[in-house]
């Protein structure tokens, strides 16, 4: 039996009145988890998984078996803004997605459980969250993943010459080395052109209480670099579905 830590990332129906749970724990990473008569309202289980709440979860954990039956369950840190902010529910469903297509059975540091707790917890303290900052949080997400998984982006010295970076000496991003290059290194790279998003990428990862709402055109290609980034380290090739979810809500807020 195992008492572990959780965050639930997804749920699946089975059978009438079950789901099968896709769990984060804290210690042993992803496991699966069958949690029987959930879907009954007088179980001592319903509406527990609608919310990515923080739960104490009991598991019989058998071995040999990927799916394992959960016991019990009981409240540790509730997340309400899930359900009743479109920004929160849709920030939310990406940040779970990247986890579950990340990584797999058995495997999740306890780093990646720590970076998806605190990210929910800063998230539900905001009463509102605005496009800026679904564009901050679900940015530097990816770079903290990237760098949990082993492949972090530097952005503290140019990746050739090893000189301190600042703002205007900024030049390009190589994906290879995993850093940015200076301006005083282009004539190594002379046919890449400068991308205008460059820049607001430095700040997100260096200073992100430094990006306005003018950036906001800017750190959708920000996002979406550092999507394919980490996608390219990982050799995934899907696409991130609840993504597009995201970028809706951000148009109508």
């Known amino acids: ?22 769990v984060l724990t804290e210690d042993f990473g992803l496991v699966s988890l069958i949690a029987k008569g959930a879907k009954k309202p007088k179980s001592p289980f319903y509406g527990q998984f609608d919310a990515p709440h923080l739960l104490e979860l009991v598991y019989y ?12 369950t009981s409240l540790i840190k509730s997340r309400s803004h899930y359900q009743n902010e479109l920004m929160h529910s849709a920030l939310t469903l990406v940040l779970r997605e990247i986890i579950l297509k990340s990584i797999h059975e058995g495997e999740g540091a306890h780093e990646i459980f720590e970076l998806l707790d605190v990210s929910l917890s800063w998230s539900e303290a905001q009463e509102v969250i605005t496009p800026l900052q679904s564009y901050i949080i679900l940015g530097r997400y990816i770079y903290r993943f ?20 600042k703002l205007d000496r900024l030049h390009h991003l190589d994906f290879s080395e995993g850093g940015f290059l200076c301006t005083e290194c282009q004539l190594d790279h002379i046919h ?4 205008p ?11 992100p209480s430094s990006l306005q709402e003018e950036h906001i055109h800017l750190l959708s290609d920000v996002e979406e670099i550092l999507i394919k980034y980490l996608w390219g380290h990982l050799h995934i090739s899907s696409k991130i579905k609840s993504r597009d979810y995201l970028n809706q809500i951000r148009m109508m807020v």
């Open 1 to 22: 039996m195992q008492k572990q830590a959780s965050i639930v990332l997804h749920k699946y129906p089975y059978g009438e009145s079950s789901f099968i749970l896709k």
């Open 61 to 72: 954990d058998k071995a040999g078996r990927q799916l394992h039956t959960l016991g019990e």
């Open 146 to 165: 990237a760098q949990i998984m082993g492949f972090g982006i530097q952005y503290e010295n140019c990746q050739n010459c090893q000189t301190k970076l």
């Open 192 to 195: 890449i052109e400068i991308p």
């Open 197 to 207: 998003w460059l820049q607001a990428c430095w700040l997100l990862l260096k200073t």
